[in-house]
């Protein structure tokens, strides 16, 4: 009988916690890491990988586009808004082994939501950019760098080891 009434509380305890996870708990991130070395691409703007997360499976980017205030246009910035998930700008992601390469693109990820645009003025910046780095956890080893560009022309550059949780020095 208490092989049955532990059997009983293990269950509820299972139950509780799905439901806390479906419930929105379980978007906690497992890890994350922030702050990298910018590079600026050109003089007017400047888009980059500012944090990498895992939630559950998922590997998700934060970037970061800015405009520096002498900018002369506004960049209209193409992509989908999940709502409750923020603004998924339309990207495509590269892999290259070493600095002087060739860029191989390995995917143009789908976004699911409704298609939005995101305006950026001069003197501006948009920090809620997010991306799927999913993509890019098969080729770490395989490749040194990978690349996120917008459909601006604007890219940002990062080392695959980084989207490990332990980095490999």
């Known amino acids: 009988m208490k092989i049955l009434g532990r059997a009983k509380m293990i269950l509820w305890t299972i139950c509780l916690l799905s439901v806390a996870l479906c419930a929105g708990f379980g978007n906690v991130p497992l890890w994350s890491r922030s702050s990298f070395v910018v590079s600026r691409h050109d003089k007017d703007s400047l888009f980059y990988l500012r944090t990498i997360r895992q939630d559950g499976l998922h590997l998700t980017g934060i970037c970061t586009y800015s405009q520096d205030p002498s900018?002369?246009?506004?960049?209209?910035?193409?992509?989908?808004?999940?709502?409750?998930?923020?603004?998924?700008?339309?990207?495509?992601?590269?892999?290259?082994?070493?600095?002087?390469?060739?860029?191989?693109?390995?995917?143009?990820?789908?976004?699911?939501?409704?298609?939005?645009?995101?305006?950026?003025?001069?003197?501006?910046?948009?920090?809620?950019?997010?991306?799927?780095?999913?993509?890019?956890?098969?080729l770490i080893g395989k490749h040194k760098l990978g690349r996120i560009l917008l459909g601006t022309g604007d890219s940002t550059v990062f080392e695959l080891r980084l989207l490990l949780e332990q980095e490999d020095e």
């Open 71 to 138: 900018a002369k246009q506004t960049v209209v910035i193409q992509g989908t808004d999940a709502k409750d998930g923020g603004f998924w700008p339309d990207v495509t992601s590269q892999v290259q082994n070493d600095s002087t390469g060739e860029w191989k693109t390995v995917a143009t990820p789908f976004n699911h939501g409704h298609r939005a645009t995101v305006t950026v003025k001069p003197g501006e910046a948009n920090q809620d950019l997010f991306v799927s780095l999913d993509i890019f956890l098969p």
